[in-house]
């Protein structure tokens, strides 16, 4: 079957008038009208229409494509505007910043009993991930790892360098665990003392059921760690809500700040209890807790624009409306990104119930004229940069779902993957038959 042809119709309401023939493609929320010769145009249809944002989400002022990536993603200006400035590491004006980093950070879990604090790290979200569970998780320690992707495996490959005795439940590429599960495995071992889980695994795009994990968890009289890292800022992770020990997030996620550091949010008697349990001079946290509790500085030299960018993008966050208002902007983006890639014949990976609002993993067409670099480079030519898949046994792609875009630009997105499929000469979307066979592995 014949891939169906989107239309300018699918680019939705904010586009209010279009001429067949010379006319003006008109978008409310701008204070411009752009004319344009419809019948004679010679450029994609996804370059023509206006990028019919909201007054919030702003087209890239420097032309630089959409990242459609879990991160690093697409900031805004204003954000980039705030690395321009030189700070110095001991200013008391940067200590104000980073005070006001983590009190605005803590604020995200409505800790209303201050029973956390926040602790940010240096380097990548894996150097914030290494630093949890190495002080955390203590010499004579042992943790159960919940796998369910590439993150999974990565926390019981750090467990592995850090020499933390550890078991791995593997659940493959896509399916999650439950906390049933999790409950069987820590009655048959008394031994475990913590549980690592991903809250969203970005390999898939799959939201794990943290509540059930957390809930099996503690009624064992377990302790648990949460790999938070594409998640925090856009879901809810309240700790009157979900209980647990620390959980572990990056500047360059969901707050939609650049990359540079990572942060670890975890009850205070938990960090009081870790002095000495951690391997690294470098990562270990209770040592740059007790630094910052005392100074207001980091112990090593901090990523001083970074943080400035990250205050501001927290900013953003508290005014479109916290984690409510970011979770449902992406949830509209994975909503539209879903449905119209369907139209295009292409499959997701997992089905509704299990879909993130981050990232959401599709199927390779099995249309042998089907190259996922050709179709990576003809989208990146289009404006948008796409992520490959990270599955082991099916070839996908990736298309993130968070950053500065909205449903107007997602749409936009379909377009492109239309319009790329069809320079290659893909007939239809259509996955092989073993990748539909492997999804119904899949409980509904």
């Not at 008394?190 to 509540?211: F, M, W």
Request: charged content about 20%; hydrophobic content about 40%.
């Amino acid at each position: 079957m014949k891939r169906p042809q989107l239309t300018v119709t699918h680019l939705g309401p904010r586009l209010e008038y279009i001429s067949n023939t010379y006319g003006l493609i008109y978008n409310s929320n701008f204070t411009y009208v752009q004319r344009l010769c419809i019948a004679r145009i010679k450029q994609p249809l996804w370059s023509v229409v206006m990028k019919a944002t909201s007054p919030a989400i702003q087209r890239p002022r420097l032309g630089e494509p959409y990242l459609l990536t879990p991160g690093p993603l697409t900031t805004s200006y204003k954000v980039k505007e705030q690395m321009l400035r030189d700070w110095g590491s001991w200013d008391d004006d940067f200590r104000a910043m980073t005070q006001e980093i983590r009190t605005r950070l803590l604020a995200l879990i409505d800790d209303g009993d201050e029973a956390f604090d926040c602790v940010p790290m240096q380097g990548s979200g894996s150097f914030s991930v290494e630093a949890m569970l190495g002080t955390f998780i203590p010499a004579t320690g042992k943790a159960l790892v919940l796998a369910n992707g590439a993150y999974g495996k990565r926390s019981a490959q750090t467990l592995e360098y850090l020499k933390r005795d550890h078991i791995v439940l593997d659940k493959g590429d896509y399916l999650p665990p439950r906390g049933e599960m999790v409950a069987q495995i820590l009655a048959q071992d008394q031994a475990i003392t913590h549980v690592v889980a991903i809250h969203c695994e970005t390999s898939s795009g799959i939201l794990n059921p943290i509540e059930e994990i957390s809930e099996a968890t503690y009624a064992a009289g377990r302790v648990l760690l949460i790999d938070s890292m594409s998640a925090f800022g856009a879901l809810p992770l309240e700790a009157s809500q979900i209980r647990f020990e620390a959980l572990v997030s990056s500047a360059n996620k969901c707050i939609e700040g650049v990359p540079g550091f990572g942060f670890v949010i975890a009850r205070k008697t938990a960090l009081e209890a870790a002095k000495g349990n951690s391997h690294s001079l470098c990562l270990d946290l209770h040592a740059q807790w007790a630094h910052m509790n005392k100074t207001g500085q980091w112990r090593y030299t901090p990523p001083t624009h970074v943080v400035a960018a990250f205050l501001e993008a927290l900013r953003a966050h508290q005014a479109e409306g916290g984690v409510a208002a970011r979770g449902a902007r992406y949830r509209e983006n994975r909503d539209v990104i879903v449905k119209g890639m369907r139209k295009l014949g292409l499959e997701t990976l997992l089905k509704d119930r299990w879909l993130s609002p981050i990232i959401v993993t599709f199927f390779c067409p099995a249309d042998p004229k089907f190259e996922f670099a050709q179709f990576y480079d003809l989208m990146k030519q289009k404006g948008f940069i796409i992520y490959p898949g990270k599955l082991t046994e099916l070839d996908s792609f990736r298309i993130g779902c968070i950053g500065q875009m909205d449903a107007d630009v997602m749409r936009q997105v379909v377009i492109a993957a239309q319009e790329a499929l069809d320079e290659m000469g893909v007939v239809g979307g259509a996955p092989p038959a073993a990748a539909l066979e492997e999804r119904k592995r899949l409980r509904a």
